[in-house]
């Protein structure tokens, strides 16, 4: 008896150590101990998310996390007490204006092995990949600008990013609302094109799939700081050979920007994986594009531009940019791909932070224009609307379809109760999770202006019915004007 009591006086002892010990390692109650690395990622089989903001916490493990590289971290995501995903990451900045202008800051990324190399694995509801992004609505104080208009597009059937709102903590402290978003990369669940190898260099097989952008070029250089922006170098991709008016450009292809020009740069393969013999079929690719175009037979449905483009993809496009009037729409975070033995598609869209009337300056204040029109009043912005648009527009058989298309939308994903009900989803969830009020705690910018914004609203609700406002009056601008096209 007596030696029984001694076990269990032993055992109440290291149990209760025990405890002191993973409190000392855990200091916040408030999640479940991320105490070590583990060996690989680690995911529940949880299936409904749907109704839920999942919580998510990464540890750092005392690194500094910067613009690049990305440091290595712990990321941890709970519904409650359950941990539904558990792996190691790196971790980095994101973002170029937004993060010089905004304090809350966006995060790339990516997840990693025990030995700290990329590894693919299933987030939650996510499809099976490796790079992430934590998105942060800074200066969208509705909050869903960008889910919402990806949402739309899916429903429509372009593919963009999926995503899910989630709470963040980084090293203890609580940043907020963020949406967990998928890169845009080349796989079956996403961009969904052919593989490129390196031998890919001839033949069928150097047509495809490539993934190309039209954006900024900091997050594609070493270079740091504004000037950044507008640096394109022969390694991240190739200049347009003509100017926004269609007017042939000198040979001189690269340096700083200057405003006249179109940068399309590698997305996929990237600027460093992809092969010379690539370059150069894209770079052809697009100059036979571009010449077709500004021919005198551009017309032809054979031997014109639809040769060259996936037609039904630069309509949906259009139409998703224009209704949302996004003020970087052709010109900025524009993404196209092209498949093996197939036409330029646009998309997936990406970016819409300054959509939806979030845009300050005097042209957009009330949504009474079209965005295709950018240049006729911002003629000396770096960043300016390449001629395919206009041009397109100017086939009555182009302007037929997107009217058509217009049509055929408004009676069902686009209609007004249809894109309502879609935005009081959105809206419904974060309110049934405490996430709004929350998010403005963290973050006291109701009321404040801060950059770009046309609209003030003292309260998230206020800033709520002022989209839905915006939306009303966009969608019977466009029904009154599309028909003049």
């Known amino acids: 008896m007596r030696y029984f009591s001694l076990i269990i006086i032993f055992l109440f002892t290291f149990i209760s150590c025990k405890k002191k010990e993973v409190s000392a390692i855990v200091p916040l109650p408030v999640y479940k101990a991320i105490d070590t690395f583990p060996k690989n990622a680690f995911w529940s089989p949880v299936s409904n998310f749907k109704d839920k903001v999942p919580v998510v916490y990464i540890n750092t493990k005392g690194n500094k996390i910067v613009n690049e590289p990305k440091v290595q971290s712990i990321i941890q995501i709970q519904l409650g007490d359950t941990i539904v995903f558990k792996s190691n990451i790196g971790i980095e900045y994101r973002g170029s204006t937004s993060f010089r202008l905004f304090d809350q800051k966006s995060y790339g990324f990516e997840l990693r092995d025990a030995f700290d190399e990329d590894t693919d694995s299933v987030i939650m509801d996510f499809p099976k990949q490796s790079d992430f992004i934590l998105y942060a609505p800074a200066n969208d104080k509705a909050l869903i600008r960008n889910t919402l208009i990806y949402d739309l597009s899916n429903q429509i059937g372009m593919y963009a990013t999926r995503t899910k709102y989630v709470q963040l903590n980084i090293d203890g402290e609580y940043l907020g609302l963020y949406v967990l978003m998928e890169k845009i990369k080349r796989d079956k669940n996403r961009v969904n094109i052919t593989k490129m190898a390196s031998t890919d260099n001839e033949g069928n097989a150097a047509t495809g799939g490539y993934i190309f952008k039209i954006d900024k070029s900091a997050g594609d250089n070493t270079i740091v700081g504004w000037e950044a922006d507008a640096i394109y170098t022969v390694d991240l991709g190739f200049r347009s050979s003509y100017d926004p008016n269609g007017n042939k450009l000198s040979s001189n292809p690269f340096g700083p920007k200057k405003g006249a020009e179109t940068y399309i740069m590698y997305e996929y393969p990237k600027f460093d994986a992809i092969s010379e013999a690539q370059k150069m079929y894209a770079q052809s690719y ?119 298309r217009w049509a055929t939308l408004r009676t069902s994903t686009l209609s007004e109760a249809a894109i309502l009900l879609t935005m009081d989803k959105h809206i419904n969830l974060l309110k049934n999770t405490n996430s709004i009020d929350k998010h403005f705690e963290r973050w006291k910018i109701l009321g404040v202006k801060l950059p770009f914004n046309n609209f003030v609203g003292k309260t998230h609700q206020e800033e709520v019915d002022f989209l839905k406002s915006w939306i009303k009056k966009r969608l019977t601008w466009m029904d009154s004007e599309i028909v003049n096209l």
């Open 286 to 404: 697009f100059s036979n594009f571009e010449d077709n175009l500004l021919s005198s037979n551009y017309k032809d449905p054979v031997n014109g531009y639809q040769k060259y483009i996936d037609v039904n993809s630069f309509i949906d496009f259009l139409i998703l940019n224009e209704f949302a009037y996004n003020p970087d729409a052709y010109r900025l975070s524009t993404f196209m791909n092209k498949d093996r033995l197939g036409k330029l598609k646009m998309g997936p869209i990406w970016d819409f932070n300054l959509g939806f009337g979030n845009d300050d300056r005097a042209t957009f204040i009330n949504g009474s224009t079209w965005m295709f029109n950018f240049n006729n009043y911002y003629s000396s912005d770096t960043w300016l609307v390449n001629f395919w648009w206009k041009k397109l527009l100017s086939d009555p058989n182009f302007t037929e379809r997107l009217k058509l």
